[in-house]
């Protein structure tokens, strides 16, 4: 079993369409968790960033955390064309020394259609 | 305008043939690091730096070495590279080590 899974999708919306987008992870030491949206042939761009559980809302996007069942989430509103992209789930646990490893998930496609 | 740049985006190279891929970038970071992106095995480590002169293995360092000489420039060099180092590469810094803030545009890379 992996540390983090993600549905792969592809997902396919219509535009104006309310996105939910979600990973589970195994790890309960887990306490930083990111949202990353990456475009075709770029690099990943970070969205949103939150610490240990709670939501975080910016702009359309809003971020949940539940560690209670080990689920992240991230919701979308009013969802545009430009919204079509990958997100890649992403989290980490502060180890000894400072250092801090990032749990990838594989990421969901998206495509909102106009 | 904050970024990392990564140079070359695009490479063919030969089997053995050294090469190196350069990352900079100007927010004065002192973290960076070096990914690879494989289908159906998504981003993973190779290494990172949590400053001048400190760098460390991720989680596939086999045949690629790195250097920090300087804050803003972290190269990934391929000292012989092989048809399985074919990949997407991206590096990444941040101002902190808790998540990685800026990527770069990606070098994919082909070794025939």
């Known amino acids: 079993q992996k540390e983090v899974e993600q549905d792969p999708g592809p997902l396919s919306v219509p535009e104006g369409a309310i996105v939910s987008l979600n990973c589970t992870y195994s790890?309960?030491?887990?306490?930083?968790f990111m949202w990353y949206r990456q475009y075709s042939r770029k690099g990943p761009e970070l969205l949103m960033y939150?610490?240990s559980s709670g939501n975080k809302e910016d702009g359309r996007f809003t971020a949940q955390v539940d560690k209670s069942s080990k689920y992240i989430s991230l919701f979308i509103r009013d969802s545009q064309p430009s919204d079509s992209a990958t997100y890649l789930c992403?989290?980490?646990?502060?180890?000894?020394?400072?250092?801090?490893?990032?749990?990838w998930g594989l990421g969901t496609s998206l495509a909102v259609n106009p | 305008e904050a970024q990392v740049t990564q140079n070359p985006r695009y490479l063919i190279t030969v089997t053995g043939k050294k090469l190196t891929v350069t990352c900079s970038q100007n927010?004065?970071?002192?973290?960076m690091s070096w990914y690879r992106q494989d289908p159906g095995l998504g981003l993973r480590q190779i290494y990172y730096?949590?400053?001048?002169?400190?760098?460390d293995k991720g989680d596939v360092p086999e045949g690629y070495k790195v250097s920090r000489k300087e804050k803003r420039n972290f190269p990934l060099i391929l000292e012989s590279p092989s048809p399985n180092q074919t990949s997407l590469y991206f590096c990444?810094?941040?101002?902190?080590?808790?998540?990685?803030?800026?990527f770069g545009q990606g070098t994919r890379l082909t070794v025939v």
């Open positions: 790890n309960s030491a887990f306490q930083y």
């Open positions: 730096s949590m400053n001048v002169e400190v760098t």
């Open positions: 992403a989290m980490s646990e502060r180890n000894a020394g400072n250092n801090r490893k990032l749990i």
């Open positions: 990444a810094s941040s101002l902190w080590g808790d998540t990685e803030a800026f």
């Open positions: 927010m004065n970071h002192e973290y």
């Open positions: 939150t610490y």
